[in-house]
């Protein structure tokens, strides 16, 4: 082969590395941090590219070389920030291999890109101003599930907080309002509350770390005048609508929210038997009652808040119209339906024996969650 067609074929190779440079650094991110799927056409871009500079083009030994190196670097090893957060570009097994074998390839035979990059390997590793990590510490297994969610820490006894906030933040037109809340007065309602919540729910959103821990919101949280016990169990259902109920004290627009997901009415009706007199009267709701024990399903137990009741005897209903007693039948149903119905089921009797609570081990109510609604209107 003589030198022309020599240097012709190094110039091809050379424009081929070039340009493969580009697609690599011009590809957009495809990758996701959690439960990725390989961007196979990442991995072949490297692959290629890697094949290509083993044979010595003239980009690997000048300053395009050693800036293409510098974004082979990034490709593994950025780290995500606010405005980046789904750095570095290549995630997955096969591309982070295609990656590495790429930078290889560009420092051997290359002392100046051996020596940049050495130096970047070194700066990489030198410890920073975060504390000293544990021995047995595997990074892995502090960041994100698989799923792409972030968890609450247990202080102790605080899960009936934490499905609480974990069930509110799910909902998107929740999230969305407490997060995009504003603090229009200093001494608004449960400034301290809504200002922990608000960074709860960033921290869930936006974390990359397993789990957020709730201790600071736990100790602006007032309820029933003392602060969360977080060695304390309490009743999700009492955490719940105290939580409601503060968040519709704090601002107009939170309280528009949560009767829009959760307020519903039930009207308790009154029809008497002995004269033609029919007494209706409304009642707010945010959850429904739900008997755990003796029931088989979800619909005993809604039979059961809707059941019909006789008054008669000693029992007779006093008419408010006609001013005697007369007989009369009592039910409950519902008139208006939230777009969230949440049942509390009452997994806690009161023993007047022992007179202590006690719980029922029924799991059946829970687990049948669809229902046809028409028996109960």
């Known amino acids: 082969m003589d030198e022309k067609e020599h240097q012709r074929r190094m110039d091809e190779l050379d424009n081929m590395a070039k340009h493969l440079a580009e697609c690599i650094r011009s590809r957009d991110i495809y990758e996701q941090r959690h439960n990725t799927t390989e961007d196979v056409a990442l991995t072949g871009l490297l692959k290629l590219c890697s094949a290509v500079v083993q044979h010595d083009p003239p980009l690997k030994f000048i300053k395009d070389g050693q800036e293409f190196l510098e974004d082979v670097f990034n490709i593994l090893f950025a780290l995500p920030t606010l405005e980046t957060r789904y750095l570095p570009k290549s995630k997955s097994r096969a591309s982070r291999l295609a990656a590495y074998d790429l930078m290889t390839e560009l420092v051997k035979g290359s002392n100046d890109n051996y020596q940049q990059l050495h130096g970047r390997m070194l700066r990489q590793h030198t410890p920073g101003k975060h504390p000293q990590y544990p021995w047995n510490y595997w990074p892995s297994d502090d960041g994100r599930a698989s799923c792409g969610f972030v968890g609450l820490t247990n202080l102790g006894a605080t899960c009936y907080m934490a499905s609480c906030v974990q069930q509110l933040y799910m909902m998107p037109e929740a999230r969305a309002a407490i997060l995009n809340s504003k603090i229009t007065e200093p001494d608004m309602k449960h400034l301290g509350i809504l200002k922990e919540l608000q960074k709860m729910f960033a921290y869930l959103q936006e974390s990359e770390h397993k789990a957020y821990n709730p201790r600071s919101f736990c100790k602006v949280y007032v309820m029933d005048k003392q602060p969360l016990n977080t060695g304390e169990q309490k009743d999700m259902t009492e955490f719940f609508t105290d939580l409601i109920s503060k968040m519709e004290e704090m601002s107009p627009a939170l309280k528009d929210v949560v009767r829009s997901l959760f307020h519903g009415v039930i009207t308790n009706n009154v029809v ?14 945010y959850t429904v009652r739900c008997q755990v024990a003796d029931m088989k399903n979800l619909y005993e137990s809604l039979d059961e808040v809707t059941v019909k009741d ?43 024996i022992t007179m202590m609570k006690e719980r029922s081990e029924e799991r059946r109510v829970g687990k049948e969650c669809r229902s046809r609604w028409s028996p109960y209107h």
């Open 272 to 285: 008497s038997l002995d004269c033609p007199h029919v007494s209706r009267t409304l009642e707010e709701f």
């Open 310 to 352: 006789t008054l008669e005897g000693d029992n007779m209903y006093t008419c408010s119209q006609c001013g005697k007693k007369v007989r009369a039948e009592k039910r409950a149903c519902f008139k208006t339906l939230p777009r969230i119905l949440s049942f509390n089921t009452m997994r806690y009797t009161f023993n007047m």
